[in-house]
């Protein structure tokens, strides 16, 4: 009786006092997390929940690389289901029977056959990591250190069964297959050895699950915690919309985030939700070819930051037992710049923004804004850019297009691809009651390549009873890039500009051939006033081809691939309609490479990168285009100015150009509608 009160005793302090010190680290941290900016999200409580459902229970986003995304299930639901089992043994320990459950047969079998499923499990990420080598994993004794935790753990599991199984004189079972051959080994001892061993082995598993739990905050494996709720408290607004800034906040002393404080708390929630498993890292069109941008070290450096800053400013502690976890810091984490010290320019300058990562990334952190925010900075408040981005911005604030040709030459294609005016190409001036504003955008006006985009469109519109009409040299440049390259003034300036032109000629439906141009005015204008429906043109003309107003007749033997781009497929999930287009033509073999639809790689153009040189690693577009050529297509299609001139550049590059042509989708169903010239 006595040693049970003095066990219970014991059990009480040492679990009491793990839990205080888990308590201790948590609350630390989140003492941290709001030093952020406050953010008000919407209660969507429904559509949160679903979505909370679909990826924490479903597993979705890691089943983006099945492997380890089954490996993850695995130990996911097998902790989850072990957590019965441990309640089973610390009763077993403290008061000598286990849970009253009916079957507890089946119950003991399930246990152990998840015991068995975990340790392969972990044995599968071992290799993984250290036999296979993937480049996305860490390796070391952190990263490897929870891989002891559990082998011990399920250890003490089987133990403390064969012990148990030793102590009551039970026979050997099929319900109980692992624990039964531990209790054979033992079966020569004593009654009294047999308890001492369970007791030990009870200990064992007590102290291994206590200290995981006090360890888990203070690690990478925080996720655990942290990114059921990150992906509960998700944005619900639409994919890749940007925040705005207050440009008329006179209380501001800066603009962007200069410093990890200026970040939200729903953005600081992201740094502790961080898993660390690199995929974010391995989709990358910056770091695989070989820029310094790596997405999950930029996370986990702003998280450290966040850390050593937070304890600093709160006084608190992140670590216990300090002498365990903490190293002794060689700077003063309140003197450390943001920009330059934790994250170099470099590494901002060379995202494309293409959100690959975001969409790998199984806890929902977004990578994107916190670079634009940081941006922000730079351009808002330093007045630092790169020199050839900030000449396209200066074009752009001056002449309404990034090359500074005049405005006034917005209107020239018109003449120059339809000198007779067959295509009865009209102003909305002149048009009044037009249905669709065609938006050229700057690439469709001004450059060469996509004007013949923009003439194969305006073909097929006329062919379809289509009434449209442009905006001539009252066009600007829909500050896309501008926003992106982190100059919100301006980027709101042209916004402001545009929806009163639009309000002025009273614009009900938008199309464009651009997915930048698309993607704002759908979904980061309508913030500002916009209320027109904005279309991009694969479908419009996906619906025109269904419709039978458009007619795909003439043959096109080509053998074809379409490059997704970021902004119509990743942002906003266009990616069935230009390849209904495609199918819809006949002689058209369309091909699939590995990195298509939300999986594709950026051309490199995004982000502003269109406007600014490569001076780093291979460049991107040539990465792309050789992906591209893997499947020996005769023609690469696409649906982005922007991606057909770094993939025609690609094909020159790689000396292709001849064998293989790059082809806007309303290009090449010109080709069949009409016929070949």
């Not at 990150?230 to 944005?235: Q, Y």
């Not at 639409?238 to 953005?267: M, N, Y």
């Not at 985009?453 to 440049?477: D, P, Q, W, Y």
């Not at 390849?579 to 790689?601: F, H, T, Y």
Request: hydrophobic share 40%.
């Amino acid at each position: 009786m006595t040693g049970s009160l003095i066990q219970f005793l014991l059990f009480l302090a040492v679990t009491g006092f793990a839990v205080y010190l888990f308590v201790r680290v948590v609350y630390h941290r989140y003492l941290y997390i709001r030093l952020g900016k406050s953010v008000n999200l919407k209660t969507e409580a429904k559509a949160r929940l679903k979505e909370f459902a679909i990826q924490v229970f479903g597993q979705t986003k890691l089943l983006k690389d099945k492997k380890s995304g089954i490996m993850h299930i695995v130990i996911f639901y097998g902790f989850i289901i072990l957590q019965l089992g441990a309640l089973d043994l610390i009763l077993k320990g403290l008061i000598g029977h286990g849970l009253p459950i009916p079957g507890y047969d089946y119950f003991t079998l399930m246990q152990e056959v998840t015991v068995a499923l975990i340790l392969l499990a972990m044995g599968y990420a071992t290799y993984r990591r250290y036999v296979e080598k993937l480049k996305r994993l860490k390796r070391g004794w952190k990263p490897s250190i929870v891989i002891f935790f559990i082998f011990f753990l399920m250890l003490s599991v089987v133990v403390s069964g064969g012990f148990e199984r030793v102590k009551e004189g039970m026979e050997t079972s099929a319900f109980a297959p692992i624990s039964s051959l531990f209790a054979a080994a033992f079966s020569g001892m004593s009654h009294t050895a047999a308890t001492v061993g369970f007791y030990i082995s009870w200990w064992m598993h007590l102290l291994i699950l206590l200290s995981f739990l006090i360890y888990v905050p203070q690690s990478k494996h925080f996720h655990i915690i942290t990114a059921p709720i990150n992906i509960l408290l998700r944005r619900t607004e639409p994919t890749g919309k940007l925040a705005s800034l207050d440009l008329e906040d006179e209380e501001a002393e800066s603009f962007g985030v200069g410093k990890i404080e200026d970040f939200t708390q729903k953005q600081m929630l992201d740094f502790y939700s961080c898993v660390e498993c690199g995929r974010c890292t391995n989709v990358c069109p910056a770091n695989t070819t070989g820029k310094m941008l790596s997405p999950m070290h930029l996370i986990t450096k702003l998280r450290d930051h966040l850390t050593e800053k937070g304890a600093a400013i709160t006084s608190k502690s992140p670590w216990v037992p300090a002498f365990a976890f903490a190293s002794p810091s060689t700077h003063n984490p309140l003197e450390v710049e943001l920009i330059g010290g934790v994250i170099t320019e470099e590494e901002l300058w060379a995202c494309t923004t293409c959100r690959n990562c975001e969409d790998q990334c199984p806890v929902g952190n977004e990578h994107v804004d916190k670079i634009i925010d940081l941006r922000r900075h730079l351009v808002l408040t330093q007045g630092i850019m790169p020199h050839d981005g900030q000449r396209a911005l200066q074009n752009i604030e001056r002449q309404g297009n990034p090359w500074g040709i005049s405005r006034n030459d917005r209107v020239k294609w018109v003449k120059e691809v339809d000198p007779d005016d067959e295509l009865g190409v009209r102003t909305v001036k002149e048009n009044p009651e037009f249905e669709y504003l065609f938006f050229l955008g700057s690439m469709g006006a001004y450059d060469n390549r996509s004007r013949k985009i923009t003439h194969s469109f305006v073909k097929l519109m006329k062919e379809a009873g289509v009434s449209f009409a442009i905006l001539g040299n009252e066009e600007k440049n829909s500050g896309d890039t501008p926003r992106r390259m982190g100059n919100e003034f301006l980027f709101q300036q042209l916004c402001a500009d545009n929806i009163a032109t639009f309000q002025k000629y009273k614009v009900q439906k938008i199309v464009t051939t651009c997915p930048h141009t698309y993607h704002t005015f759908k979904n980061e204008y309508p913030e500002f006033g916009l209320t027109a429906d904005v279309f991009h043109h694969t479908e419009l003309l996906d619906l025109w081809v269904k419709e039978g107003r458009l007619k795909p007749q003439h043959e096109v033997r080509e053998r074809i691939t379409y490059h997704d781009s970021c902004y119509l497929g990743r942002y906003n999930e266009v990616y069935e309609e230009p390849r209904n287009v495609l199918r819809a033509i006949p002689g058209v073999e369309l091909v699939e490479q590995d990195r298509s639809r939300e999986n594709s790689m950026c051309c490199g153009a995004g982000g502003g990168m269109m406007w600014m040189e490569e001076t780093a690693g291979t460049r991107v577009n040539v990465a792309r285009t050789e992906q591209l050529l893997s499947v020996k297509p005769t023609v690469i299609s696409s649906a982005c100015p922007y991606c057909l001139t770094m993939v025609e550049d690609g094909t020159k590059l790689k000396e292709v150009e001849e064998q293989v042509k790059a082809r806007d989708i309303a290009e090449i169903l010109a080709l069949s509608v009409f016929g070949t010239p």
